[in-house]
């Protein structure tokens, strides 16, 4: 059963046509994407006509742009359902969250990490530490090459002072 959100008097609700104007889909996939739970009306009149909000815009915009970055429906619907399991206070993850899609896999922005919606593997270090592991790895070779240029003076050296 739906329960019915009843809007105040603040809020500016989006009907469906303007939800399919505004983010550039087809009506019939907004009524999918209801249907099978990607993102779903807010509100709905005695009618069952949905009323969107401008967060569930943003979540019909997200889903959208996923699905143009290669991402099928079912794999946003699995991605949502273990960002729900991962991150329980994220109740509304398209909305809530910021994802990239790479491929047909989505990566999530979440406190300060990024890591895969589905297997919750964190993806991207600390960019400071890959920093500091550069200037680390430019000074051990700068020690090395200072070494092998003092051998180098000294074999040129020890060979002048043979020759004498």
Known sequence: MVK??????????????????????????????????????TYRT?????????QDLIAVKAAKKLIDAGVSVQGIRKSIGELKRILPKIKKPLEELTLVATGDVILVFYENTAFEAISGQEWIMDIADVYRDIKKWQKKRSVIEKYRRLKAVRGLVAAKGQRL
């Open 46 to 54: 005695e009618g069952r006509h949905g009323r969107y909000t401008f």
């Open 4 to 41: 019915h959100k009843h809007p105040s008097r603040r809020e500016n609700f989006f009907t469906s046509s303007q939800i399919c104007n505004i983010a550039g889909i087809s009506r019939r996939q907004l009524q999918y994407w209801d249907k099978t739970g990607l993102v779903n009306p």
